[in-house]
């Protein structure tokens, strides 16, 4: 089975510019949450979805959007782009919100570098 | 203050000792416990996973996680050059969102 995957791997963009990041679940997963790793940093929580409904949601600007579509993949879009927005985001899917002990994948990443 | 504080290292050991790696957490609403492994620019593979308090055992790793205390351990024995990487520990609650440490960078020497 594939894990979980996305893109792009890597990615420049310029400050102010927007960007939209991709997420496929592993099959069958149905929640997918998306995570904000710095440099240096343990990752960071900043969106899950669930069913197609955001379950919850970090300490992030209105920047950050996103949403899961009826194939539960996830975009994660970045508006107003800084130079502190500048990281590796993470995807991550679980079976189930409720039954935790399913564990949670990571994908690789997608490499944003904002100049 | 973090909720979850782990210790930077870097930690360096010779083949086949054993490690020890901790964090402490503040959150007592913290009900999973994880440890990942992360390569160089890849993202976290899941080593343990426990469940409240307790011991976890998985080949040469071992996670123990101390609720009254609020701290979380990972040992690793016989460690391998291959063990070489970031290890972050992670908490989460009811809400299932993970709250993640800084991570303690490993390298193991032949």
């Known amino acids: 089975d594939a894990g979980v995957t996305q893109s792009p791997t890597h990615l420049i963009k310029t400050r102010g510019q927007h960007v939209t990041l991709r997420c496929s679940p592993i099959s069958g997963h149905k929640s997918v949450s998306w995570y904000q790793q710095v440099l240096g940093q343990g990752p960071q929580f900043i969106f899950q979805y669930y069913e197609k409904e955001e379950r919850g949601r970090g300490n992030f600007p209105d920047r950050f959007s996103a949403r899961q579509f009826p194939n539960y993949s996830s975009e994660l879009n970045v508006n107003a782009l800084l130079l502190g927005d500048s990281a590796l985001y993470l995807c991550?899917?679980?079976?189930?919100?409720?039954?935790?002990?399913?564990?949670?994948?990571f994908g690789e990443g997608s490499w944003l570098t904002v100049v | 203050q973090k909720e979850v504080e782990q210790d930077p290292g870097p930690l360096s050991v010779p083949e086949g000792a054993i490690v020890s790696l901790n964090c402490t957490y503040s959150n007592s609403a913290f009900q999973y416990f994880m440890w990942y492994r992360q390569y160089s620019r890849k993202g976290p593979e899941l080593l343990m996973y426990t469940y409240s308090s307790g011991n976890k055992e998985d080949g040469r790793f071992t996670a123990q996680v101390d609720k009254s205390s609020k701290y979380i351990s990972l040992f690793i024995r016989d460690s391998q050059p291959s063990d070489s990487a970031t290890y972050l520990c992670?908490?989460?609650?009811?809400?299932?969102?993970?709250?993640f440490g800084s991570g303690t960078q490993l390298t193991v020497l032949p």
């Open positions: 991550a899917s679980t079976h189930t919100s409720t039954a935790f002990g399913n564990t949670i994948y």
């Open positions: 992670a908490g989460a609650g009811s809400a299932r969102q993970l709250t």
